[in-house]
């Protein structure tokens, strides 16, 4: 039998051809077509991000951090499960990266290029995940246009700074990932039982890894769920047992979260008392109100991540950076306008998305974490991104061409002025995608030095942390170089372990100094190593370096760090506790 279909935005009647089939099968079709086009589009999309940014990370230097975590990987390939004897930064990265890199290496093999493939899926599961949240509940027009709200403010991260925050290093942005999955999880589940179950496993799994989860992702969901709890409490009708009740999956949400900082506590307890790796303390503190003042300049660092940071630019990229700040300004309103409506019709996501970027960024403005690189806050990009999206352009807001012509000439020239501005902001920051992607690759960081100290056959010596790792990996491991800290000259146990320190296991003969400045390079503890080693046998200069040679191991002359009567790789996780350092 035929049919009548109805055009949604020209109001005409599509009369079917003879012969055609049912009514149900012909209106099936097309929304089946659109629903596989969609999901087809995702991988696509990923593939393409994934080739774009690994050139972008290209274009950024790859340092000690991202080595260490590849060595913390390799061991974990080789079935070092628990690692033994590590210690990590205040991060662990454990459950998320960790087990993403020993995947790739198993491929890709023990290289610095691994991590520029690790950094570029990374960043490109965040983008399309944070897509899907920001589509979550649209169809449609609504749809597309959140979709260019979010790939306009993602896309393309401000070249230098902004490129190592997203697409390099080895931080907070891989934490998006997991927290992208639970919000996605809460927005689109049913209001079931076994939803905050998931919730707590899924937020104590990342927690593990990271946190900063405390900051941008328990307390903002305990804290949602409370204020919507009392909400019903003081709105609600009949007795006040009753309002609450009424609201007991938000009371329990609330409470899953909390419980997800209790599970991720005993499993990390678990591991180290099952010998596993030691976390280091957080170094953060809060900063005396006297002293905030000296915090402001790190709002810039803010605007890095946005790709909207001008200090110091000129032409084309100070051209960017003040497009980019349209990408600051949508986030801030979208803020606001959750703040404003927050104890009204607000979604349980809108509100979460929003405290997290709050309590993100103060938490930076606030503490000395101010001092530290931009990665600190590179959550609040997809985070902002997705709320943006969802809040600027709420579902079902978009209208039909049909309505459309019933508007005013006012109403019809602000929507061409607001289509016309937001596509010229998608192409500028398409353009400085592309002007980011042509700038060329840059090597890893001490190259130059992992193959003079392999050519002279020098292989196992000490330096300072960014002079450490990235020559270990450089060279395929063929020198290793271990790190000393600044000040004391003792083994720094920052990501490293202590076994790599040992006199019994290993014969270290040299030194490098390294005098480039900035907080990445500058290694001269001079007057100290000649009061603990005494003077060299031999001083080369290659360029910023200075490699002292010594015709002894120098691992039995360095300042005490370990109990006496036990040598390094030996100690119980109590003892490795007791000798957890600040890392500087």
């Not at 972008?56 to 991202?66: E, I, V």
């Not at 900082?261 to 109100?289: K, Q």
């Not at 806050?377 to 943006?388: D, R, W």
Request: charged share 10%.
């Amino acid at each position: 039998m035929g049919g009548l279909r109805t055009d949604a935005e020209t109001q005409t009647i599509a009369i079917p051809a003879a012969g055609a089939a049912g009514t149900g099968e012909r209106e099936k079709r097309p929304g089946t077509g659109r629903r596989w086009g969609a999901f087809l589009a995702y991988p696509l999309a990923g593939v393409i991000l994934f080739v774009a940014y690994l050139r972008l990370s290209g274009t950024s230097q790859l340092n000690s951090d991202s080595a260490n975590i590849l060595l913390m990987a390799s061991d974990l390939l080789h079935g070092h499960l628990l690692l033994h004897g590590w210690y990590m930064s205040d991060v662990s990265f454990y459950p998320t990266e960790l087990p993403q890199y020993a995947l790739l290496e198993s491929f890709l093999g023990l290289n610095m290029q691994t991590a520029h493939v690790a950094a570029a899926m990374t960043y490109t599961l965040v983008f399309l995940l944070a897509v899907v949240l920001a589509r979550s509940g649209s169809s449609g027009r609504a749809a597309w246009i959140r979709t260019f709200i979010v790939a306009g403010i993602m896309l393309a991260p401000q070249f230098g700074f902004g490129v190592f925050a997203l697409d390099l290093s080895v931080g907070h942005i891989g934490t998006a990932v997991p927290l992208l999955l639970v919000w996605l999880l809460l927005d689109k589940a049913p209001a079931r039982w076994y939803i905050p179950v998931l919730t707590a496993l899924m937020l104590a799994w990342v927690l593990m890894a990271d946190q900063i989860v405390y900051v941008v992702g328990i307390a903002p969901l305990a804290l949602t769920c409370a204020v919507r709890v009392l909400a019903g409490a003081r709105t609600g009708e009949g007795p006040w047992p009753a309002r609450i009740t009424a609201r007991r999956y938000e009371l329990v949400l609330g409470a899953a979260a909390l419980a997800a900082a209790g599970l991720a506590w005993a499993a990390n307890l678990l591991i180290r008392e099952s010998g596993g790796f030691i976390m280091n303390s957080l170094p953060f503190y809060f900063v005396r109100p006297g002293l905030l003042h000296n915090n402001a300049p790190a709002a810039w660092k803010v605007l890095q991540i946005f790709g909207a940071d001008y200090a110091g630019l000129g032409g084309f990229q100070l051209f960017l950076a003040f497009l980019h700040l349209a990408s600051v300004i949508l986030v801030i309103l979208a803020v606001l306008l959750v703040a404003w409506r927050f104890l009204r019709e607000v979604s349980l996501v809108n509100q979460v998305l929003a405290v997290a970027i709050a309590a993100n960024v103060a938490l930076f403005l606030l503490t000395n974490a101010a001092d530290l690189a931009a990665h600190e806050v590179a959550v609040i990009v997809p985070f902002g991104a997705a709320l943006a999206a969802r809040v600027l352009i709420p579902a079902g807001t978009i209208k039909t061409k049909k309505t459309m012509r019933t508007n005013g000439p006012g109403a019809r020239r602000l929507q061409l002025a607001a289509v016309v501005a937001g596509g010229a902001l998608l192409a500028g920051y398409t353009a400085g995608f592309g002007y980011d992607l042509a700038q060329p690759n840059v090597p890893p960081a001490n190259v130059s030095l992992a193959s003079w100290l392999e050519q002279h056959h020098l292989t196992y010596g000490l330096g300072g942390y960014w002079a450490s790792s990235s020559v270990t990996v450089d060279s395929g491991q063929k020198v290793k170089v271990r790190a000393l800290m600044q000040y004391t000259l003792q083994p720094d146990l920052w990501m490293s372990k202590p076994d790599w320190y040992s006199p019994k296991l290993h014969y270290a003969n040299f030194v490098v100094l390294d005098s480039q400045p900035g907080g990445f390079s500058h290694w001269e503890p001079t007057w100290l190593v000649r009061k603990y080693l005494g003077r060299p046998a031999h001083t080369y200069h290659v360029g910023p370096y200075a490699i002292m040679v010594w015709h002894r191991n120098l691992l039995a002359d360095l300042p005490a760090r370990f109990p006496a009567g036990i040598a390094p790789g030996q100690f119980s996780a109590d003892q490795l506790e007791s000798l957890r350092p600040v890392h500087a």
